[in-house]
């Protein structure tokens, strides 16, 4: 099993920050830099579910234009729905504003195949696609110019000025034998969400032996992105997150019990150490809870527990 770290742990508030009050958007990000947390997580979608969604690379692009020290994860971007060149760009733009400061989750999605197919792409390529736009991707990062011909792209003396410095990390969404493989060949490490602590730490050890095998770097970042319901009121938190669970994916809140977790600060934070144990050094939690500013405060504390559980020795 790998050795824990100290984890750093953010929070994903999404919707919480697409409103037209730059004010109200800035005490949320100074609340999550204020109190402590390490970043700021925001997903995407094109059109999920019949139309809702937000494009997770012009959110971050708020995120970090509005502050000067959070960092933002995209946790997960639809990179096989864009062009690599387009995001490529995007990148390179967004690490001049913000050197440093962007990690970029990829995977293929699939929760919603209207959306893939209405953004012209075909389900069943998905994640080939995704495969040669993360190829194309690293190469676009490097400066140089780059000819590609693939089944999908195809570039020629192609070129991003100024590559970004340093170079946006890719970490890679998904699970299974797909996630492993793209990990090891793409990735500079993996993002789970929805698994058990026993089955992210099965995943990290095989992306570990993967990039091994295929003699690459191994990958130094692992993270877990949760729902977790928080509250002082352990009843009121598992209701609020099952809720909010069945609106969004239209299912009863016992499908998702055992891959989220509700409660106190206490209670989540003992949900989450055998995820930090297993290797999950980079944690979000997706806040459900009275208000955007007390799931803030509760993150704040579920990370305080956890930093003092894992605390390096000596």
């Known amino acids: 099993m790998t050795a824990a770290t100290t984890p750093k742990l953010g929070v994903a508030v999404n919707e919480a920050l697409l409103i037209p009050d730059p004010a109200a958007r800035r005490r949320i990000l100074d609340h999550i830099a204020g109190v402590g947390l390490d970043h700021a997580t925001t997903g995407d979608h094109v059109s999920f579910h019949g139309g ?12 970090l234009a509005a502050s000067d020290t959070l960092a933002v994860l995209v946790g997960i971007y639809l990179a096989g729905l864009r062009h690599p060149m387009v995001t490529a760009r995007q990148l390179a733009t967004i690490s001049q504003v913000a050197p440093a400061r962007l990690i970029l989750g990829v995977g293929v999605g699939g929760e919603d ?8 792409v075909d389900p069943a ?12 991707l690293r190469k676009l990062a490097t400066g140089e ?10 570039l020629s003396n192609a070129r991003i000025l100024p590559p970004p410095d340093p170079r946006v990390p890719l970490v890679i969404g998904g699970s299974g034998d797909a996630a492993v493989r793209r990990a090891a060949a793409y ?19 095989r992306i ?36 909010r669970m069945q609106a969004l994916y239209g299912q009863p809140p016992e499908k998702f019990q055992h891959v989220t977790a509700a409660g106190t600060p206490e209670q989540v934070a003992e949900e989450l150490a055998p995820f930090v144990a297993a290797g999950a050094g980079n944690l979000t939690i997706v806040t459900v809870a009275e208000s955007v500013h007390d799931g803030i405060d509760l993150a704040a504390e579920v990370r305080r527990l956890l930093q003092a559980e894992f605390a390096p020795v000596g």
């Not at 809702?52 to 995120?63: E, K, N, P, R, Y």
């Not at 195949?113 to 953004?119: G, L």
Request: net charge negative; proline share 2%; with cysteine.
């Open 52 to 63: 809702a969604g937000f494009d997770g690379l012009v959110s971050a692009t708020s995120i």
């Open 113 to 120: 195949r209207s959306e893939i197919s209405n953004a012209g």
């Open 125 to 136: 390529t998905r994640g080939r696609r995704l495969d040669e736009t993360l190829e194309v």
């Open 145 to 154: 110019a780059v000819d590609h011909q693939g089944q999908f792209f195809s």
């Open 187 to 205: 990735g500079d490490g993996w993002l789970g969400i929805f698994c058990s602590a026993r089955r992210f730490g099965e995943t990290v050890e």
């Open 208 to 243: 570990r032996d993967a990039t091994a095998e295929l003699e690459r770097p191994a990958p130094s970042w692992f993270g877990l992105s949760m729902w977790c319901g928080l509250g002082s009121d352990g009843d009121r938190a598992r209701e609020l997150l099952g809720r």
